[in-house]
T-cell receptor, first 113, second 112 residues
Framework: GDSVTQMEGPVTLSEEACLTI???????????LFWYVQYPGEGLQLLLK?????DKGSNKGFEATYRKETTSFHLEKGSVQVSDSAVYFC????????????FGQGTELSVKP | SQTIHQWPATLVQPVGSPLSLECTVE??????LYWYRQAAGRGLQLLFY??????ISSEVPQNLSASRPQDRQFILSSKKLLLSDSGFYLC???????????FGPGTRLTVT
């Protein structure tokens, strides 16, 4: 079945450092890909998305490119802030499966001042 | 704009007691609705989803049930809670064909 694999956390960075969180997927067909962010004690927020190969999703300085050849959707940010500290989830959905999301296990990011 | 509400925000219940968690969505019609549970350790598990009133699909057989009595209302229930039902319960909605899901604030359930 379809699956999503994320890099293990926690990831600890200093403010203004570069961020990359790796995400790879296994799926048949052409899934849509998403990054969600969860701040402590809150629900998940959609951070960015890409619906076809080579699409780049971007939001709040974060970017991710849908790479079908490597089945990847890595999350990047050039300069992180303390306020970016959260858990990040990569996910995919298939059109023919009722929009169900398949999540990776989440990667905790901690940014120190 | 669309909003999603969940209540209660927190709940402490004894083992064997019943449960009812409610989720409502405003500002959209005929959404797909989802219930997830997030146990300690962050992983998200899809419990139920619904594509319309009275239509419920169960993803994981367990001590819980779901109902959709109205278009924008989704209820998660249990007749008798177990310790293993503790967790953070999240409701979400989406509208085909755009399948990004939007999550509610969650309910933290502790079964004692």
């Amino acid at each position: 079945g379809d699956s999503v694999t994320q890099m293990e956390g926690p990831v600890t960075l200093s403010e203004e450092a570069c961020l990359t969180i790796n995400c790879t997927y296994t799926a048949t067909g052409y899934p849509s890909l998403f990054w969600y962010v969860q701040y402590p004690g809150e629900g998940l927020q959609l951070l960015l998305k890409a619906t076809k190969a080579d699409d780049k999703g971007s939001n709040k300085g974060f970017e991710a490119t849908y790479r079908k050849e490597t089945t990847s959707f890595h999350l990047e940010k050039g300069s992180v802030q303390v306020s970016d500290s959260a858990v990040y989830f990569c996910a995919l959905s298939q059109y023919n499966q009722g929009g169900k999301l398949i999540f990776g296990q989440g990667t905790e990011l901690s940014v120190k001042p | 704009s669309q909003t999603i509400h969940q209540w209660p925000a927190t709940l402490v219940q004894p083992v064997g007691s019943p449960l009812s968690l409610e989720c409502t969505v405003e500002g959209t019609s005929n959404p797909n609705l989802y219930w997830y549970r997030q146990a300690a350790g962050r992983g998200l598990q899809l419990l139920f989803y619904s594509v319309g009133i009275g239509q419920i699909s169960s993803e994981v057989p367990q001590n819980l049930s779901a109902s959709r009595p109205q278009d924008r209302q989704f209820i998660l229930s249990s007749k008798k809670l177990l310790l293993s039902d503790s967790g953070f319960y999240l409701c979400a909605w989406s509208v085909p064909p755009l399948y990004e899901q939007y999550f509610g604030p969650g309910t933290r359930l502790t079964v004692t």
